[in-house]
């Protein structure tokens, strides 16, 4: 026995010395590994999205109520504050704001003092604190969004020496009062851990160091391997690094709650969640409510559990008073506050989840997408505010009455909705479905639908481009029309009321949406030249080769139809729509601007006639409803409806806006829609909301107005029944004069001898 044991000794000593240098080798690579994360980890910051900035100036047209909404979204209060700034008060027509300094891409802007006067629903002064006129100032921009990391965690970075006193106090009394004078665990709370082994789960109170150990380097498992790992760690951490660094560390990662789908961490970002306030001003009862979180944020939840937060936070107080960190005096005070949460409704990662969207999609374009979820990017956008809540309220609006009524078949009709400025290209607002703040499927950038016949300017501008052969006079033929191409079925086009109307001069024939003279028309022009005015229009998709391509039976996206009525609303000057201004580093320095890219497209005089012939369709055609909801303004627009009613449109545009409604069912079912009673009605109602500017295209020096005879096209004169005035390129008017006007060598000689016989 003596001698086993002899032989065996050498072997265990072998065992424990190959054991302890495994230990050793286990514990240099965890060292390795801390202080190589500690050190080179940054936390992972999203990308954070802006909308554009208000820029008040003198005859900016907006009503006051509208940036009081916005002040209210910035979340100024309406209580002056002498020594803050972002609060505004309102005084009749009259506003004083305190502007909050804010890093745009151009450079800081300190805080200022504003008053800001309206009148007619515009700004009709604007001065300093000092009563010094303001050309110009700008709000900070609306935070909309971001590109976040894994798990979708958001975190506002801060020093330790910015988080109040009381705070740190609060947490080190609540969670780990040895905080200062441990070595990393807590001697107790390993004898509990081992205590509840024979439960299965592992349990103990760790301490802050071990908190912040687990979060950064492990996984929340609760078994006695990651225990051990977990402590060795903390050890290692607390040889390395002070304490100053581990709890600046830990008041960042810290998870604190859950806004929708995005993860609140740190007390930064907790700060500005729960109580709308920099971190730096909150409460002792406010702290006291952050420090109670941590032990389980759903389980105390303020909003959905408000006592049980509000005893937690109590419980906070009342340990902290105990440990002599706060007076009773504070202690009472504080407990007898409220909560005082932010009555702000959560958003989520963005309460515009299909512009964010199109946002990150271009972003993509020039940045890695590691770097848009770590790096902490500024992007500022072009989405306004008050556009986008306008296009909202109507889009979900009008399809919940549509619904109600089953106008248009059973319940569920989706839609979606496109802005933008026509001069800039820059998108405005961007809804993707009925419920704006659903995170799915986005129909203004991926649904793909038949146009119908919003692709017939396209048809009217290759023929206006020859102003030798066609002017909005010239009479087109609306007959019966079979168009045979090679080696298929005849195509045989029909118009929407199953009637031919014969000779109709052009402009009507836009104007009442005829498919049987545009496809003639077509057809005649040769739909490669159509196709390639499409192209020149800022459609890059491949098109289908077949004739019925021009009565729309493509399928495009509304932002792929906002990009071809920009062209158009903007005279003929193509603007990539984009939805992305400028973009800094998360310090402010600039890193790219997207400035305006402009192409002339199309020569000034066909664009004027196209647009005269559009506004006419607002005005005496298929979008002649527009006057519901618009007084006269020379809105020019298109309707469009496709094959068995499945698809209703409108695009038009007004001064400042050109803007795209779709309409449909998401599986493609026939049904009653048109695009003048299903898309029109909230192309109209979000315009009305917007108070739009006139469209007012200045006149080309080639184009000369005549009168027109719509009869026969012909020259007319005020004798002539429905005579109207027609634009024209100098030089391709009609010579003959209509039966109906007076023969003018005749009217002439008439003219002359009543001028002599009156003298």
Same mark, same amino acid.
């Given at each position: 026995m003596a001698r086993r044991r002899r032989r065996f000794w050498p072997y265990f +000593?072998?065992?424990?010395?190959?054991?302890?240098?495994?230990?050793?080798?286990?514990?240099?690579?965890?060292?390795?590994?801390?202080?190589?994360? %500690?050190?080179?980890?940054?936390?992972?910051l999203p990308a954070r999205i802006y909308a554009r900035p208000l820029e008040l100036h003198v005859g900016l047209r907006v009503p006051e109520d509208d940036v009081v909404r916005e002040l209210r979204e910035l979340g100024y209060r309406p209580v002056a504050h002498p020594d803050r700034s972002g609060w505004y008060v309102r005084s009749g027509a009259e506003l004083e704001i305190a502007v909050r300094p804010f890093v745009f891409w151009d450079g800081p802007q300190p805080a200022k003092r504003l008053r800001v006067s309206f009148a007619a629903g515009a700004v009709s002064a604007l001065t300093d604190a000092q009563g010094a006129e303001v050309a110009l100032a700008r709000l900070e921009p609306v935070a909309i969004g971001g590109i976040y990391p894994t798990n979708n965690e958001d975190r506002?970075?801060?020093?330790?020496?910015? @988080?109040?006193?009381?705070?740190?106090?609060?947490?080190?009394?609540?969670?780990? +009062?040895?905080? =200062?004078?441990?070595?990393? %665990?807590?001697?107790?709370?390993?004898?509990?851990?081992?205590?509840?082994?024979?439960?299965?789960?592992?349990?103990?109170?760790?301490?802050?160091?071990?908190?912040l150990v687990k979060n950064f380097f492990l996984t929340p498992q609760r078994t006695l391997r990651r225990k051990a790992i977990e402590l060795v760690m903390a050890v290692l951490l607390e040889l390395h690094y002070s304490k100053q660094e581990i709890l600046e560390t830990y008041l960042n990662e810290i998870y604190l709650g859950q806004d929708r789908d995005r993860a609140i961490h740190g007390v930064g970002l907790a700060a500005q969640f729960y109580f709308d306030k920099p971190v730096q001003r909150l409460s002792i009862a406010e702290s006291a409510l952050l420090v109670g979180l941590v032990r389980g944020p759903a389980y105390y939840d303020p909003y959905r559990h408000p006592q049980r937060a509000l005893e937690r936070r109590n419980l906070v107080l009342r340990e902290t008073r105990e440990q002599g960190v706060i007076s009773a005096a504070a202690y009472q005070a504080a407990r007898a506050t409220g909560l005082g949460l932010n009555a702000r409704p959560s958003t989520g990662t963005t309460p515009f989840p299909a512009f964010v969207d199109l946002v990150h999609r271009q972003l993509r374009r020039d940045y890695d997408e590691a770097d848009l979820r770590s790096e902490g990017l500024r992007i500022f956008s072009t989405l306004d505010p008050r556009v986008q809540a306008a296009a909202e309220h109507a889009l979900a609006d009008r399809l919940a009455a549509f619904d109600r009524q089953g106008r248009f078949g059973k319940p569920g009709l989706e839609g979606a909705v496109v802005v933008a400025a026509p001069q800039s290209g820059e998108v405005q607002a961007l809804v993707g479905g009925r419920d704006p703040r659903y995170q799915g499927f986005n129909r203004a950038l991926d649904a793909e639908r038949q146009i119908g016949s919003l692709f017939k300017p396209a048809i009217y501008l290759t023929a206006l481009e020859d102003s030798s052969h066609y002017t909005l006079a010239t009479m087109l033929d609306d007959s019966k029309f079979v168009w045979q191409p090679r080696n298929a079925e005849p195509w045989r086009p029909e118009n929407y009321d199953r009637q031919y109307h014969g000779q109709v001069p052009l402009y009507l024939a836009l104007a009442h949406s005829y498919n049987v003279a545009a496809a003639r028309l077509g057809t005649t022009l040769g739909l490669d030249k159509v196709l390639a005015t499409a192209r020149q229009l800022g459609i890059e998709r491949q098109l289908p080769q077949y004739p019925?391509?021009?009565?729309?039976?493509?399928?495009?996206?509304?932002?792929? @139809?906002?990009?071809? =009525?920009?062209?158009?609303?903007?005279?003929?000057?193509?603007?990539?729509?984009?939805?992305? +201004?400028?973009?800094?580093?998360?310090?402010? +320095?600039?890193?790219?601007? =997207?400035?305006?890219? @402009?192409?002339?497209?199309?020569?000034?005089?066909?664009?004027?006639?196209?647009?005269?012939?559009?506004?006419? @369709?607002?005005?005496?055609?298929?979008?002649?409803?527009?006057?519901?909801?618009?007084?006269?303004?020379?809105?020019?627009?298109?309707?469009?409806?496709?094959?068995?009613?499945?698809?209703?449109?409108?695009?038009?545009?007004?001064?400042?806006?050109?803007a795209v409604v779709w309409v449909g069912y998401d599986d493609n079912r026939p049904a009653r829609l048109l695009g003048a009673t299903a898309a029109l009605p909230v192309w109209g109602e979000m315009m009305a909301a917007l108070e739009p500017e006139p469209v007012a295209f200045p006149q080309p020096e080639d184009i000369e107005q005549l009168m027109i005879d719509p009869q026969s096209g012909l020259l007319a004169d005020a004798s002539c029944p429905g005579a109207l005035e027609l634009p024209f390129v100098k030089g391709s008017a009609p010579q003959a004069r209509a039966p109906c006007a007076g023969n003018p060598v005749v009217d002439n000689v008439k003219s002359f001898f009543q001028r002599l016989l009156g003298q």
């Open positions: +000593r072998v065992a424990l010395l190959v054991l302890a240098l495994l230990a050793a080798g286990y514990t240099l690579y965890l060292d390795q590994r801390v202080r190589h994360e %500690f050190e080179g980890r940054r936390f992972a506002i970075l801060v020093r330790l020496g910015e @988080v109040p006193k009381p705070l740190v106090q609060e947490l080190i009394a609540v969670e780990d +009062r040895n905080f =200062y004078s441990h070595w990393g %665990f807590d001697p107790r709370g390993i004898a509990r851990a081992l205590l509840s082994l024979p439960t299965g789960h592992v349990q103990g109170g760790s301490t802050l160091t071990q908190q019925s391509t021009l009565l729309g039976a493509a399928n495009l996206t509304p932002l792929e @139809v906002a990009q071809m =009525y920009q062209t158009i609303a903007s005279g003929g000057f193509r603007s990539p729509l984009h939805a992305i +201004r400028d973009v800094t580093t998360a310090d402010g +320095r600039p890193l790219k601007r =997207y400035p305006l890219a @402009v192409a002339q497209a199309f020569p000034p005089d066909p664009m004027y006639l196209l647009t005269a012939a559009m506004q006419d @369709v607002v005005r005496e055609g298929t979008a002649h409803s527009l006057a519901n909801w618009l007084p006269p303004l020379g809105v020019a627009g298109k309707t469009g409806t496709t094959n068995e009613q499945r698809d209703a449109w409108f695009a038009g545009f007004t001064g400042a806006r050109v």
